[in-house]
């Protein structure tokens, strides 16, 4: 299960203060790792300065949480975060979304977009002005029938059984494809997830004629985390986020985790 050891991207401004607060409460659940990490550009002797203020003001946004406090030079900020999860071996990277963006959504900047597209490791995003909960309420997959998301069903399986939080699968129907086939696509992951794990998961399909549409159709609760596997295109061992999923993730109230290909 992720979250053995979280790396979140900090910076002065509210998302990373969101990614803080996601971050720490990740870690809490867990019971992970967690270190804290500014990046600033190379040569430029007066940003990395300003990074160990950040991570001062994140040490005291936290308090006594027990977290690892670097500053990183890098010459960019989803580079540096990715190349220093290798290196700490972290297993997920939580970053927050760009100022001016819409409250309750998720916002994509160039360091989400490098993430998304090149992390080695788990990417979890916050919504704008996320305040996480104690405790998590559910875990829920996005769900198309096809290689990369039948290995997550289990993988999810697995962290919901652990986490002791009901696992839901769900399918969006944007009104272009068979219902039928979708359902029965859907029921047959249902039967892995109870096949490999046990657990009885929630099934629901999404209809809508667009993306935004269809997930508001749906119930979300407070301390629920989306799950997206990579696209078929991702690298092995990589994130790439398809043209569907980033409309499912810009379109979520709650935080958004995208699981790299072969994620194991």
């Known amino acids: 299960m992720i979250g053995e050891h979280v790396i979140v991207g900090y910076t002065g401004e509210s998302g990373g203060r969101d990614a803080l607060a996601l971050g720490a409460a990740i870690s809490r659940i867990t019971g992970g790792e967690l270190t804290v990490a500014a990046i600033y550009p190379p040569g430029s002797p007066g940003l990395a300065v300003e990074a160990q203020a950040n991570l001062a003001h994140a040490a005291e946004e936290l308090g006594p949480a027990p977290a690892e406090y670097m500053a990183f030079e890098s010459r960019g900020p989803g580079r540096g975060l990715s190349v220093l999860a290798s290196r700490i071996r972290a297993d997920l990277i939580v970053v927050g979304s760009t100022d001016g963006g819409q409250n309750g959504r998720i916002s994509i900047g160039a360091t989400s977009d490098h993430l998304l597209h090149l992390s080695t490791e788990a990417v979890m995003l916050a919504p704008a002005g996320y305040q996480p909960p104690d405790e998590p309420s559910r875990l829920t997959l996005a769900y198309v029938h096809r290689p990369q998301c039948d290995e997550a069903v289990e993988r999810v399986a697995q962290a919901a059984l652990r986490l002791g ?29 109870w096949e490999s794990t046990g657990i009885e998961a929630e099934a ?45 993730l810009r379109a979520s109230s709650c935080p958004v985790t995208v699981l790299p290909r072969g994620f194991s």
């Open 165 to 193: 939080v009901p696992l839901r699968l769900i399918t969006l129907d944007l009104r272009t494809d068979d219902p039928g086939r979708l359902g029965d696509d859907l029921a047959l992951a249902v039967r892995l997830a």
């Open 204 to 248: 629901e399909i999404a209809e809508g004629h667009d993306v935004t549409a269809a997930l508001e159709t749906l119930e979300w609760l407070p301390g629920e985390l989306l799950i997206c596997a990579a696209s078929e295109d991702a690298q092995p061992h990589r994130v790439f986020l398809g043209e569907l999923a980033m409309k499912v």
